[in-house]
């Protein structure tokens, strides 16, 4: 009993007498970085911050002040944690980088080698590793950051925002640090991260006359490739949706494909004066990779199976008939084939790089033979060869079923 | 020790939560199994294949427990090796379980200074946590395991909890191939190195007497292991799914880093705030009952109210704690840090047992006629 | 002192016991046949009509002899009596005592009756459904109020008289068969090592009996309503009744009861289940959550959701107080208005409110003294006190380590203490029954029929069986098992 009075009375005495002593800091004494920036400034590392100043939430009717919700703060270094500590005497606040949405890395250091700058990432307390890792394509970090043509006050929540929507489209590569990582450990699969991309918007009120200040806005479309650590190039939307296809991270998105001629209707009235393509919407995909070897040279096959629903069908043809349906899910699996097939011949021409993880593949299905072979595993995958087969599945038709411009047969 | 009143008796249910909440503990702290060969994607056989070699390293301590189901441990040493024989072993045990303490305690300091507080000094974060021990470890056993009743099942949910949001960043293929690259030889000698660490045994022997079943032994030790090897394994192979083996290999404390992956929808995150919370609470329970069972080694050799040592056993343990973490990290550098624990253990799970087994052998009419 | 045969003797003696305090009064007359006597009562503490009407109008026209006084007035408790004192210990009880010239022996006679409040609703443990009455001031009644609830011959009081000078009625009430012998042999021992000079309120008893004085948390509960108590001894508990005052004790008592009502009882089990899951978290919401807010704000920042932590951050710019100081003062301020209103008068009470909600939440946010944020976590704070009446006396100080403590290092102080408070709980023993029963130790059967949720009544078939584990079934179920 009398142990339990001296207990409580030391742990208040120490709760009242060491407040604050350590560790703790106010809430008005952090800097709240939102998005990182990494460059390469001749030999050093130049970081940029973008910290939000929370004032902006108090002040009333939103009105925001110039240069908007945000700072933004550099510091340069030999490497990326002296860059942060030269922050310290330059900003009045300490850079708190827990909630860092993204990270974007410039383009020049990212040829050169990022692999050995992210080691501060993973080492720091404060870093999240489900933080997205971005290139700004053929730019610095810094010149793609403060840019917000979308209607989030905060430029940050804006790359996010772009970042969260690719599973509606999926011509972007979505990665974060701890992705990231694990592809960089994998043997036999390169890693790649999303692109960046700073464009001019066009003009859109055409009174106005052209100025020389120019809105832009940013792009997240692509992906990049890198050779252990280094960035070598670039994929364009459409193979970096291949891309997604072949590591199965499709959520979402439209899939779209000339449409086939219909078998049983007549001679259209209207004829194609352009050309007829239609859209699936991916409701889901599923893909399975499998590696094989056929006299001794190895065969790559992915195996797609897609449950969609009919987004836009333009061209005639009756999709209530059960044949003409099953013709479109042909064409929807063919138009993705090609996609893939085309993305897969540029890597193995272009780059020569396993990005897809078939080196896993062969890992998991040859464990042996791996020993052996993968050393030289980019090689042997620019030189395989590749099946695709992909099944869809239509499970839907929208709320209307044969095209608007078709009379429905009696 | 044949005079502990009904009262102070634990249930087997308690003791269960506690051995299993103790082994629990080591995982999630950090992944010894991962260090050790053959450290590749086969780790959780490695894990599974554990189990009947901890079964064949625990049954001496196990037989001489059922055997002297009222005495604990250096109770049993004494009666079996004699008197001078019988303090030396218990000088030894005393010594194991404090290290033990000194360990956890070590380990302890290091995950809250890099991961939550890395200016605050040792000794508060030290004290911080003796302080809650001495607390505890005085109200005795009973109330320990009561403490544990109501802990422990918290813990083990938050640890299905994590296991189950993560479900999103798993990568099933982690897993592959099974067995491929690593050998059976390699397989076997992870697995005897995890299965000589299963050091709670000796703190089941401790408390053989406080049972309120005594008979129970045998059940509440495979109870306990099934129920601790079981979340161990799935915490390895939650960890491994969803950070990689060669990542797992780099971080120092998996579980922690698999947490703060964690996230319902998008933006609720910030689970690692529960799992410290329930990492912290399991620590608290098993560090008050390492104090408690080094003090009540030292009350069978010196004969005074384990209470009296409490306090000594760790102010001891703060300053060792202080002179050692100030000087160097202890999981960072693990190799010289593995083979001393490692060698510590053989010595304490499987040699001194062996050699008490066959002395009873040797002794065991006399004994008998002893006990008569 | 023996009484003398001397009517004037009598006299003499009563009044000196009393140091002729002036509200005893003596009243001399004389029957018919000529007998001499005395009627001595306090004032105020008798019905006087009854008296006159009962007493002294009988005995005068018709007493002979005084042995035959029994036979002559129309009173239910008449008593004789041979010694002066006791005569004088029952005069306080609002007796009257009646002696007559040439018998050694005293009379007392039951004509009590004073002031008293009506049975009405008590303030603490409103209901929406179920009775509404409360036990009053008076012991007799609340005694009455019990035997109301259960007619049976196994109820049983047993009376006590503590205080040295307050001499107050103290009646442990059971229920034989079903009540601990244990429990009561204990409450029995503890009564009897009482020696104190007063005892007001039932709260000295509560203070007096308990099993762990120091703790924050009480092992006695206090109960204001009949049906309430009915309950608890249904369960094999046993209640203390004390003069003076409308709060009836129960022991021992478990901390489950903390967040069970009457009401639990009389609605519908899903709802009542609701009812106790929201009590279990605003019990650790109103513990944990400065705590936790303050621990998160200067520790943890990266467990808040950005979105959060921007709009905290806001509210925080230009707060001249560290988050700590803001946040104990917010409670200090808080505790202020609700004491005052509690205490104020019922018409001042709004004003409180008003001064209260606006001119300190409003304005200090205006004002830039403390920020928002603060504001509606102290609030949440309150309003989960309030659902459990039972526990504030607990929880107020808790509460402030937990935040001191936060403060300090954050969530591994706060785990540090939340460990060290349920280590003294789950050392308590209320009687010899285990505290935190059932959680601790665990009693599957207890905790999923009572404890976080309040299973059908026709499920319920066993009393609790930490406090009596001999004669447990309740009932035998209309239907199920």
């Known amino acids: 009993m009398k142990w339990n009075t001296i207990f409580l009375i030391v742990c208040t005495m120490l709760g009242i007498f060491l407040i604050g002593c350590w560790n703790a800091r106010e809430l008005n004494e952090l800097g709240i970085s939102l998005v990182m920036g990494l460059d390469e400034e001749g030999d050093d590392i130049l970081l940029t911050a973008e910290v939000v100043d929370p004032s902006f939430t108090q002040k009333d009717g939103g009105s925001v002040g110039q240069g908007g919700p945000v700072k933004y703060v550099q510091g340069t270094g030999c490497n990326v944690f002296e860059a942060f500590r030269d922050v310290v005497l330059k900003f009045d606040r300490r850079l708190f980088v827990s909630h860092n949405k993204v990270v974007i890395i410039g383009e020049d250091l990212a040829k050169n080698g990022v692999a050995e700058h992210i080691d501060e990432l993973f080492r720091d307390r404060e870093q999240r590793e489900t933080a997205h890792v971005l290139i700004a394509k053929g730019a610095k970090a810094y010149e793609v950051m403060g840019i917000s043509s979308g209607l989030e006050s905060i430029p940050a929540n804006y790359i996010s925002n772009l970042i969260k929507n690719i599973k509606e489209n999926p011509k972007a590569m979505d990665m974060n640090m701890i992705e990231n990582l694990k592809h960089f450990y994998h043997e036999g699969h390169q890693s790649i991260m999303g692109v960046i991309e700073k464009r001019g918007i066009g003009q859109i009120d055409k009174m106005v006359e052209e100025t020389d200040i120019q809105d832009y806005e940013l792009s997240i479309i692509g992906s990049a490739i890198f050779d252990e650590g280094s960035l070598v190039g670039y994929l364009n939307g459409n193979d970096t949706k291949a891309l997604n296809f072949i590591m199965d991270r499709i959520e979402g998105g439209i899939i779209t494909f000339p449409t086939p001629d219909s078998a049983l209707g007549s001679k259209s009235e209207f004829s194609s004066k352009h050309r007829e393509l239609s859209s699936v919407v991916i409701i889901n995909s599923k893909t399975k990779n499998d590696v094989k070897i056929k006299d001794g040279n190895v065969v790559l096959s992915t195996k797609i199976r897609l449950r969609g629903s009919i987004g836009e069908v333009v061209g005639n043809i009756d999709i209530s008939k059960e044949e003409n349906l099953k013709q479109m899910e042909k064409a929807c699996s063919k138009s993705i084939e090609e996609g893939i097939k085309t993305a897969i011949t540029k890597v193995q021409k272009q780059f020569g790089l396993d990005v897809f993880g078939y080196g896993l593949v062969f890992h998991r299905k040859y464990p042996k033979k791996w020993m052996g072979i993968k050393e030289n595993w980019d090689q042997v995958f620019s030189k395989a060869d590749f099946e695709v087969e992909v099944k869809t599945d239509i499970i839907r038709t929208g709320l209307i079923n044969t095209p608007v411009i078709r009379k429905k047969e009696r | 020790m044949n005079n502990i009143g009904k009262k102070d008796r634990v249930s087997c249910y308690q003791v269960v939560l506690l051995i299993t909440v103790y082994e629990v503990m080591t995982r999630l702290t950090y992944l010894s199994v991962a260090s050790i060969p053959p450290a590749n994607q086969d780790m959780w056989i490695v894990s599974l294949t554990s189990i009947p070699y901890i079964i064949l390293f625990c049954s001496p301590l196990l037989y001489l427990g059922n055997r002297f189901n009222n005495l604990t441990l250096l109770g049993y040493a004494n009666r079996i090796m004699g008197r001078i024989l019988g303090k030396i072993i218990g000088i030894f045990y005393t010594i194991f379980l404090f290290i033990g303490l000194m360990l956890l305690l070590g380990v302890l300091v290091e995950i809250l200074n890099s991961s939550l507080f890395p200016e605050t000094p040792t000794y508060v974060t030290a004290s911080i946590m003796l302080i809650t021990c001495i607390y505890i470890s005085y109200g005795g056993f009973k109330n320990m395991a009561r403490l544990g009743e109501i802990t422990i099942p918290f813990v083990i949910i938050m640890i299905f909890l994590f296991i189950a949001l993560g479900y999103k960043n798993y990568d099933f293929k982690e897993l592959l191939p099974v067995l491929k690259d690593s050998t059976y030889k390699q397989i076997n000698a992870g697995a005897i190195n995890i299965g000589i660490r299963f050091s709670e045994i000796t703190i089941l022997a401790m408390m053989t007497p406080y049972l309120e079943v005594r008979e129970d032994l045998n059940r509440i030790f495979f109870r306990s292991l099934m129920y601790s090897m079981g979340i161990s394994i799935l915490i390895v192979v939650a960890v491994q799914l969803s950070l990689g083996i060669e990542f797992v290999k780099h971080i120092n404390f998996p579980f922690l880093t698999f947490t703060r992956l964690l996230a319902l929808g998008r933006d609720i995150q910030g689970f690692d705030s529960l799992y410290i919370i329930s990492w912290i609470m399991g620590n608290v329970i098993k560090i008050s009952g390492y104090l408690y069972f080094t003090t009540l080694a030292l009350e069978e050799i010196i004969g005074r109210r384990n209470q009296d040592f409490i306090i000594p056993v760790s102010v001891i343990a703060l300053i060792l704690i202080i002179l050692i973490k100030d000087r160097r990290p202890i999981l960072a550098a693990t190799r010289s840090m593995q083979r001393f624990m490692f060698i510590l253990s053989v010595i304490a799970i499987l040699i001194i047992p062996l050699i008490m087994l066959v002395a009873y052998f040797f002794r065991r009419n006399s004994l008998k006629q002893g006990k008569g | ?481």
Not at chain 3, 80 to 108: C, H, P, R, W
Request: proline letters at 5%.
């Open chain 3, 1 to 481: 002192m023996m009484i003398s045969k001397k009517v004037d003797q009598n006299k003499l003696n009563i009044s000196d016991i009393f140091h002729n305090t002036s509200d005893l009064i003596i009243h001399e007359f004389e029957t018919n046949f000529g007998i001499r006597a005395i009627a001595c009562y306090i004032e105020g503490l008798i019905d006087k009509n009854l008296m006159d009407r009962d007493v002294l109008k009988p005995l005068i026209s018709g007493l002979n002899k005084p042995k035959n006084i029994k036979k002559i007035i129309f009173v239910s408790q008449v008593k004789e009596m041979d010694s002066m004192e006791d005569i004088a210990t029952q005069l306080n009880y609002g007796k009257v005592a009646l002696f007559f010239e040439g018998n050694n022996m005293g009379y007392t006679i039951e004509l009590n009756q004073w002031e008293k409040r009506a049975v009405e609703e008590p303030n603490s443990g409103a209901v929406v459904r179920g009775p509404k009455e409360g036990f009053i001031e008076d012991i007799v009644t609340n005694k009455s109020l019990l035997r109301r609830k259960i007619r049976s011959s196994n109820l049983i009081f047993e009376d006590y008289t503590l205080g040295k000078q307050t001499n107050t009625q103290i009646s442990l009430a059971y229920i034989k068969g079903i009540v601990n012998e244990n429990v009561l042999k204990e409450v029995r021992k503890r009564l009897g090592g009482i020696d104190i000079d007063s005892i007001l309120e039932s709260g000295y008893i509560e203070e007096l009996i308990e099993d762990s004085p120091l703790s924050l948390f009480t092992t006695v509960s206090n109960i204001e309503k009949p049906d309430v108590v009915a309950g608890k001894i249904l369960e094999g508990r046993v209640a203390i009744f004390v003069d003076g005052t409308p709060h009836v004790l129960t022991v021992p008592r478990l901390i489950v009861e903390g967040f069970m009502t009457s009401e639990d009882y009389y609605l519908r089990p899903y709802f009542a289940s609701f009812l106790r899951i929201l009590r279990v978290i605003s019990l650790i919401l109103t513990i944990y959550l400065p705590g936790v807010f303050v621990a998160l704000q200067l520790y943890h920042q990266e467990m808040i959701p950005t979105v959060l932590l921007i709009s905290m951050a806001g509210a925080r710019e230009g707060v001249p107080l560290p988050v700590v100081l803001e946040t104990l003062l917010m409670i200090i301020v808080l505790s202020l208005i609700k004491e005052s209103g509690l205490r104020l008068p019922k018409n001042f009470g709004s004003t409180v409110g008003i001064v209260g909600a606006l001119i300190l939440g409003e304005s200090a946010v205006r004002a830039g003294i403390v920020s928002g944020v603060t504001i509606i976590i102290v609030s949440i704070v309150a309003i989960s006190e309030f659902i459990i009446p039972e526990m504030v006396q607990s929880i107020a100080l808790y509460r402030i380590i937990i935040l001191l403590l936060g403060s300090f290092a954050g969530l591994y102080g706060i785990t540090c203490g939340f460990m060290v408070i349920t280590a003294q709980i789950v050392s308590i023993d209320s009687f010899g029954v285990p505290y935190l029963w059932p959680l601790a130790p665990m009693d599957w059967q207890g905790t999923k029929k009572d404890v976080f949720v309040r299973a059908p009544l026709w499920r319920n078939i066993f009393r609790p069986r930490a406090i009596e584990r001999r004669n447990i079934k309740r009932q035998t179920p209309p239907w199920g098992k």
